[in-house]
């Protein structure tokens, strides 16, 4: 199937607890092998905090507190093939549950959030992180 000729809205959301953010890594493109924050498109009909629920709860099992909106970025198509997403980070607190994932993930870490330089990071991560720790007062 051929990728779609406009822009996906999705959504993704950096989860705290304890003073630390979850990480997860992508098990399969886009972002393949990269550290990056749980999330995925936006369904039609879905608003944007039942997107984050959903997304969050299928890729890790846990229950969050949205707090507030802490950034957007956008994945503009590299190759033939690619998507182009524009995703809207959000922050937000851990509610319940510890992390399952699914096979959409291969590895996930609670870290501070100064991230550690030797992790591959998806583009713009660590921007993302700073607003959304303020967001929270972490």
Do not use: C
């Amino acid at each position: 199937m051929p990728p779609p000729q406009f822009p996906q809205p999705a959504v993704s959301a950096a989860v705290f607890r304890d003073g630390k953010v979850l990480l997860v890594r992508r098990a399969r493109p886009p972002g393949k092998g990269l550290h990056s924050l749980p999330g995925g498109r936006i369904a039609f009909g879905e608003t944007v905090a039942a997107a984050l629920h959903r997304e969050v709860a299928e890729e890790t099992g846990l229950r969050i507190e949205i707090a507030s909106l802490a950034g957007w970025r956008e994945v503009m198509p590299t190759r033939p093939g690619d998507g182009h997403y524009i995703v809207m980070s959000f922050a937000a607190r851990w509610i319940a549950g510890e992390p399952i994932l699914n096979d959409e993930l291969d590895a996930f870490s609670w870290v501070a959030p100064e991230l550690p330089d030797e992790l591959r990071l998806t583009e713009g991560l660590q921007t993302i992180i700073d607003a959304a720790r303020r967001l929270v007062g972490v």
